[in-house]
């Protein structure tokens, strides 16, 4: 696609629901990092796949949040038992291959407000 | 381990002043370093980056020098314009691990006309 793709844009839930992002990276983007902005903590890094594996998971909160990227395109966060403090924006970005010299392109997030 | 510290907003300017939103860095070796912007309800854009020390990165009449010996890469402008309102975000890419971006609090900046 034209950018990042992120579905829902937003999403209301009952603290102890499970809930799925997803994430659509741009066309030939090999490499797909998930952060969450919240008021609290500012921008914080979650995880980082290339290719459909990751080899920077360090920044996951919990064992409740999860992710996969399946074919090398679409990836899924899924944060399980929902609490108040999960509530931010959680903004997917990706880029051509990973390291520095790749540009990394966000989407517009996904606001979550667990009630 | 590393950390961006930057200037704390709101920051709000006339048409046509001169910008400097200030940011410093705590790294090991050589990190990478950006400036990020997110106008109001679009998502983050890369605004400028520059990769080694007294690289300077320039994009929109926006510039920002890394500076090894000050650890900093303050973003300065000459002429902003209402349409700069938005928030700046001061980053960096760690030398360890190239495909994480440890970002600063943000600055939100608004002009009046």
């Known amino acids: 696609g034209a950018g990042v793709s992120q579905s829902p844009s937003n999403k209301v839930t009952e603290k102890g629901k499970d809930v799925e992002l997803r994430c659509d990276p741009i066309?030939?983007?090999?490499?797909l990092y998930w952060y969450r902005q919240s008021l609290g903590q500012g921008l914080e890094f979650l995880i980082y796949f290339q290719g459909n594996s990751a080899p920077d998971k360090s920044g996951l909160p919990s064992d409740r949040f999860s992710a996969e990227r399946t074919g090398g395109s679409v990836s899924t966060l899924t944060i399980q038992r929902t609490q108040q403090e999960d509530s931010a924006v959680y903004l997917c970005?990706?880029?051509?291959?990973?390291?520095?010299?790749?540009?990394?392109?966000f989407g517009a997030g996904t606001r979550l407000s667990v009630l | 381990g590393d950390s961006v510290t930057q200037m704390e907003g709101p920051v709000t300017l006339s048409e046509e002043a001169f910008l400097t939103i200030n940011c410093t860095y705590t790294a090991t070796g050589y990190p990478s370093l950006f400036w990020y912007v997110q106008y109001p309800g679009e998502g983050l854009q890369l605004l400028l980056k520059a990769t080694k020390a007294d690289d300077k990165g320039s994009n929109k009449g926006f510039e920002a020098t890394y500076r090894k010996e000050t650890t900093s890469f303050h973003l300065e402008k000459g002429s902003v314009q209402v349409s700069d309102s938005a928030v700046y975000f001061c980053a960096l890419s760690p030398y360890s691990s190239a495909s994480k971006i440890i970002f600063g609090s943000g600055t939100r900046l608004s002009i009046r006309p």
């Open positions: 066309s030939g983007h090999t490499a």
């Open positions: 970005a990706s880029s051509l291959a990973s390291g520095t010299g790749n540009i990394q392109y």
